[in-house]
């Protein structure tokens, strides 16, 4: 259900904004073009807000920061996203039958249109820090240390990354971790003399099996010693503290991607390597998994291994999202939005990094749609105006010290 926006919302304008913001393309590796999306964003925001940004360049990703008085909440978003440069002349923008479509309109520039009118809504920002930055999409490595620096001293973050189905809150997100397990054999001709050889690629076929099974082993301590890939019940993901029950699809999982060997099709490989996306639902599976992939051994005389990566983001566990939710849902029956849904994604956020340091988190604030990194990425339009609403009714809660009652 949507609600008529607060008098000082237009779905007209938040729309123009939204075009503005789709028109200017901000592929994650062109940083010229997230430059250019920044100075859109920055433009946008300081007509809204009355005030612009500073303006953060990091390793040439440009971010940005509205700081007013000494903050309490943090506002949290992204302009970059994931489409090359000329995506919008296959997806033009549009909006047709109450659907948005275009480039990064879900994920996530309708958030950040949102964000700036739900904070131009309120009586005064005062106490508030919205931070864009420009990185997110591929792995927020500059801009992490800025996440993290302005959720250190604030109550609340309120993430506008795309809801869930339904528009569904994100209260729970996996933490991640990518490794590298490369192994060094030694080459030999593969026709006159491959035993003279230590064969990389199949050392790294064993190599491969053996991380297939950590997952398992990571979880077995979050199922009382059970085992398997959350398979110990089923949870209602929207439900806190489910009893150490691992809902479908939130266990720890640890997936071989790109593998590489070898040389040439007549040489023993002497060099193979194997990429693992790690995704765990606790940092204690985190740290885990982390271990059991350090203490990964060669089975092959001859070979070694080379363990390189880590943990790159930390869990946003259900603990730092449960009181949010509850105000939320709050503000929602008070706006006459219903009853909201919540959660557990298997996907990170920069979400991550503020409850990583003990800020209370929530996630999913942005626009209700669908097709994230999808070409039938679209974005419904009369939700538009409800979720503003909501936004601004949470940062008013905690500014007003209201949250809690």
């Not at 009118?117 to 490595?141: F, I, N, Q, R, Y």
């Not at 002497?270 to 982390?290: C, G, N, T, W």
Request: with cysteine.
């Amino acid at each position: 259900m949507s609600v008529a926006p607060h008098p000082r919302v237009s779905l007209d304008a938040m729309l123009r904004d939204l075009e503005d913001l789709v028109a200017c393309e901000s592929f994650s590796a062109d940083l010229a073009a997230v430059a250019r999306s920044a100075g859109v964003v920055a433009e946008q925001g300081a007509r809204l807000l009355g005030a612009g940004p500073e303006t953060i360049v990091v390793d040439g990703v440009t971010h940005l920061r509205w700081t007013f008085g000494t903050p309490r909440v943090l506002v949290l978003g992204h302009h970059d996203t994931v489409w090359p440069i000329g995506t919008l002349r296959d997806i033009p923008w549009s909006v047709t039958g109450g659907i948005a479509r275009g480039p990064g309109v879900f994920d996530m520039k309708a958030g950040l249109v949102q964000a700036f009118h739900a904070l131009a809504s309120l009586p005064s920002p005062e106490g508030v820090c919205l931070l864009v930055t420009g990185d997110e999409e591929v792995g927020s490595t500059s801009s992490r240390a800025l996440v993290e620096e302005a959720a250190r001293g604030c109550a609340a973050t309120f993430v506008l990354e795309a809801g869930a189905d339904g528009g569904a809150l994100k209260t729970a997100r996996k933490g991640t971790s990518n490794y590298d397990v490369v192994v060094h054999g030694k080459a030999a001709h593969a026709g006159l003399e491959p035993g003279k050889g230590a064969n990389a690629a199949i050392e790294l076929a064993h190599q491969i099996l053996a991380v297939e099974g950590i997952a398992a082993l990571a979880d077995a301590e979050d199922l009382g010693g059970a085992g398997g890939r959350g398979t110990a019940g089923t949870a209602v993901p929207e439900a806190p503290g489910a009893g150490g029950v691992i809902a479908p699809g939130m266990g720890t999982t640890v997936t071989p991607t790109v593998v590489s060997a070898g040389t040439t099709v007549n040489t023993v490989p002497a060099l193979a390597r194997v990429s693992v996306d790690v995704r765990a639902p606790s940092l204690a599976a985190q740290e885990r998994v982390d271990a059991l992939m350090r203490a990964l051994s060669p089975r092959l005389a001859g070979t070694r291994l080379e363990i390189l990566g880590g943990p790159n983001r930390p869990p946003m566990e259900e603990s730092s999202s449960v009181g949010l939710l509850a105000l939320a849902r709050r503000i929602a029956a008070g706006l006459g939005l219903g009853h909201l849904a919540a959660t557990a994604v298997g996907g990170a956020s920069d979400g991550n990094f503020t409850a990583g340091v003990g800020c209370p988190t929530l996630d999913g604030l942005g626009a209700v749609g669908g097709g994230a990194h999808a070409r039938d990425e679209h974005v419904i339009v009369a939700e538009m105006p409800g979720r503003t609403a909501l936004l601004a009714g949470l940062v008013e809660a905690v500014l007003t010290g209201t949250a809690a009652r």
